[in-house]
């Protein structure tokens, strides 16, 4: 799930850059930051859309099992576990007025479009219900951490929490025999 929910988003951010720029030759792609040998992991002319942190939901976090009635069997699923993505755009061009340009795209996009749904966005994974996305304000001490942590030199980037992408194991907890009939008496005891 969270591959998916990050394509849709590298995806929907193409699809705006191609209609405001008219070029395909600046993309949005999923990537790691920095490689192993401490360059960036991806090319120059590119925004970079990596997962920095990932937080359980605990405010809207379910408490009950999840019942299921299949093939005869009443399955019991453990609730669903819900994220919250920290994802960070980092923009890598040699032009940093263009590093800025392209990333005030990414920025003026999520203005403007702080939800999706399955239903308005039909490319989003119908599992998902709904994506948020917020913009989230470092300080510089955090900002520096946070760069220090992925091991390379600071790039134009932002950082937005992508609200709530939920997983749900298919494993049952425990499988049961259904209740097939209810038996009510009405008189005495």
């Known amino acids: ?4 929910a990050l394509k849709f988003l590298t995806d929907e951010l193409n699809t705006y850059l191609l209609t405001q720029t008219g070029l395909d030759t600046v993309k949005v792609e999923m990537s790691k930051l920095v490689n192993e040998e401490g360059k960036y992991a991806f090319e120059l002319d590119t925004i970079a859309a990596s997962i920095i942190n990932i937080e359980e939901e605990r405010v809207f ?3 009950v099992p999840e019942h299921i ?4 069997q009443h399955i019991v699923l453990e609730p669903e576990l819900k994220l919250n993505l920290h994802v960070l755009f980092a923009a890598n061009f040699k032009v940093y007025e263009q590093a800025l340009k392209y990333l005030s795209y990414v920025l003026t996009y999520f203005q403007s479009h702080p939800a999706f749904t399955s239903v308005e966005y039909p490319a989003l994974d119908p599992r998902i219900e709904k994506l948020t996305t917020e913009l989230q304000t470092l300080n510089y001490e ?3 951490q946070i760069w220090a942590f992925i091991g390379g030199k600071q790039l134009p980037s932002v950082i937005y929490k992508v609200r709530m992408v939920a ?3 298919m494993v049952p907890s425990s499988i049961q025999l259904p209740v097939l009939e209810i038996n009510t008496n009405l008189h005495g005891q």
Not at 1 to 4: A, E, S, V
Not at 69 to 72: A, K
């Open 142 to 144: 955090h900002l520096n």
């Open 1 to 4: 799930m969270l591959d998916t």
């Open 167 to 169: 997983i749900q194991g």
């Open 69 to 72: 009635y299949s093939n005869g």
């Open 61 to 63: 976090k379910s408490q």
